[in-house]
């Protein structure tokens, strides 16, 4: 019968340690995937370029001027951020939001945007050549305008940037 309990005491001894040093490594060597929060700041010529930036929020942030190049901004909010003059050239802005956003003269050069929120942006001059909007929410004046300067093919989706615009 001791032989026993002092065989359990080692058995559930053991364990313990095991499983205090597997949640050390977990939390040593696995990043928490926490979404960063830069919104009201002003990060005018900022570099974001090919950084992972999936669920992050830029709401009202000042980005003129910006590198968001070649970023992974999946389900981004970027609801009345200032991103005139910034390099989107192909960033990954599939589902993001970016209602009453101002991408004046913006890059968006071999952009995915589909299924983006773009209501009430401003693209004023914007560049779009090779741009994807399949499924992007955009007011009907501001899909005309792009229209008139659509043009290429996106290179990771293989889609036309006039049809998922639905240039006539």
Wanted: charged fraction near 20%; aromatic fraction near 8%; hydrophobic fraction near 40%.
């Amino acid at each position: 019968m001791i032989s026993i309990k002092r065989s359990l005491s080692s058995i559930s001894s053991s364990f313990s340690i095991t499983l205090i040093a597997l949640l050390a490594a977990v939390f040593l060597f696995v990043a928490p995937a926490w979404s960063a929060d830069y919104n009201k700041q002003v990060l005018t010529d900022a570099d974001f370029s090919h950084q992972d930036l999936t669920d992050a929020s830029f709401d009202h942030t000042n980005l003129r001027g910006s590198d968001l190049s070649f970023s992974k901004a999946v389900g981004v909010r970027f609801f009345g951020a200032n991103m005139s003059r910034a390099n989107l050239e192909g960033a990954d802005l599939r589902y993001s939001s970016m209602e009453s956003t101002r991408l004046t003269r913006a890059n968006l050069t071999n952009a995915v945007l589909e299924g983006a929120y773009l209501t009430n942006a401003m693209l004023q001059e914007s560049t779009i050549t090779g741009a994807d909007f399949t499924d992007v929410l955009l007011d009907p004046t501001t899909e005309r305008s792009l229209c008139e300067r659509a043009s290429g093919t996106n290179p990771t989706t293989g889609r036309d940037t006039k049809d998922t615009l639905y240039c006539p």
